[in-house]
């Protein structure tokens, strides 16, 4: 008689095989039953990773096993991101997210260690970092534009480019964290994890207080959403910056090109620093090569006095003597004494 063997009990199986019978191991069901809870708990900006799930991710691999996706159709997947037209560093943003939900799987035992389908897919190269910034010129076009608009968005973007701050700063402005007579707008969470106060000038305040104020609303920005601030200004911004022939400058350009006139007119990188919320020097660093013009001013200044000094003697070959009442000791001049 043929002996059946039994099937292994799940105490038996490995944590890959026992896996194979939990939908948690397609794809989509984990990263919506697993991945998103465990997130949502370490990173406040669990929803980007939400998005990069559904929108890049979901439609290649949503319902694929975990343990079935392969190195190679990772690396063409990331191919294709690049071929229809996302930056190198948007397709590695999407990269790290996916090798963060396999790391976890292979975390909880989904997969086995050392077969993230990610493991060896190499990110792009990122090339130099890109800078633009607005002169004076394209810079007052830009407003003389924006004030001609009465559209939300458009005051949005006079925001912008009148504080430096962060495009979601704006757009999630509540009217309760504004504070008009000490000219401030406070963020209770920023980037850094911290409070953050942005200081508005006298145009950046005539600017909130020409919005009117929906009733009920807590945005200063409404979006269409019930209950949700505007969340996109592309297509305006895409349709204005290219009216005015400013078709290379994105939204967050503005905040570089507000740190620049900032730079070019003298302010030190420390008021420029706590002005844009970085919470690293370091990062503010990279608006330093923009004084240089105005340091070579200050030493020629220098060289130029020097100069001077250096035509004034030059057929003199006597050291002047010094002034009455002074005696020299020790390479210094101190005035006499009086004994």
């Not at 691999?61 to 997947?77: C, K, P, S, T």
């Not at 990610?118 to 800078?131: L, N, S, T, W």
């Not at 022939?245 to 905040?255: F, K, P, Q, S, Y």
């Not at 919320?277 to 130029?304: C, E, F, I, K």
């Amino acid at each position: 008689m043929a002996h059946h063997q039994p099937p292994a009990s799940p105490a038996h199986q490995s944590p890959a095989q026992a896996g194979r019978h939990d939908t948690s191991t397609i794809f989509d069901a984990f990263v919506s039953n697993v991945y998103l809870p465990h997130v949502k708990l370490r990173k406040r900006s669990w929803r980007v990773d939400e998005r990069i799930a559904r929108q890049h991710l979901s439609p290649t691999f949503g319902a694929r096993e975990l343990a079935d996706i392969q190195r190679h159709e990772v690396e063409d997947w990331l191919h294709g991101l690049s071929v229809h037209g996302l930056a190198p560093a948007t397709c590695n943003r999407i990269l790290a997210v996916f090798k963060t939900i396999c790391s976890l799987a292979v975390m909880r035992g989904l997969l086995p260690a050392g077969q993230s389908p990610c493991a060896g897919v190499p990110p792009f190269k990122i090339h130099a970092q890109r800078e633009r910034y607005l002169t004076q010129d394209e810079a007052q076009r830009l407003m003389r534009a924006l004030e001609k608009s009465d559209r939300q968005e458009a005051k949005a973007i006079r925001l912008l480019l009148l504080t430096g701050a962060r495009k979601s700063e704006i757009l999630k402005a509540r009217w309760e964290n504004i504070r008009p007579d000490q000219r401030l707008l406070t963020v209770p969470v920023s980037k850094s994890g911290k409070p953050r106060h942005i200081s508005l000038s006298g145009e950046a305040v005539e600017v909130i207080r020409s919005i009117p104020r929906v009733p009920g609303c807590p945005w200063l920005f409404p979006g269409r959403g019930p209950g949700k601030p505007l969340s996109d200004i592309y297509i305006f911004w895409n349709r204005l910056r290219r009216g005015l022939g400013l078709a290379d400058v994105r939204i967050h350009d503005l905040r570089h090109t507000f740190a620049s006139f900032l730079v070019n007119a003298g302010h030190s990188l420390y008021e420029v620093q706590k002005l844009l919320g970085h919470g690293d020097p370091r990062t503010t660093m990279r608006y330093a090569h923009l004084g240089q013009a105005s340091l070579l001013a200050a030493a020629q200044t220098v060289s130029a006095c020097l100069a001077r000094n250096s035509r004034g003697d030059r057929n003199r070959n006597v050291i002047p003597p010094l002034p009455r009442g002074t005696y020299k000791g020790r390479g210094r001049i101190h005035p006499r004494a009086a004994w």
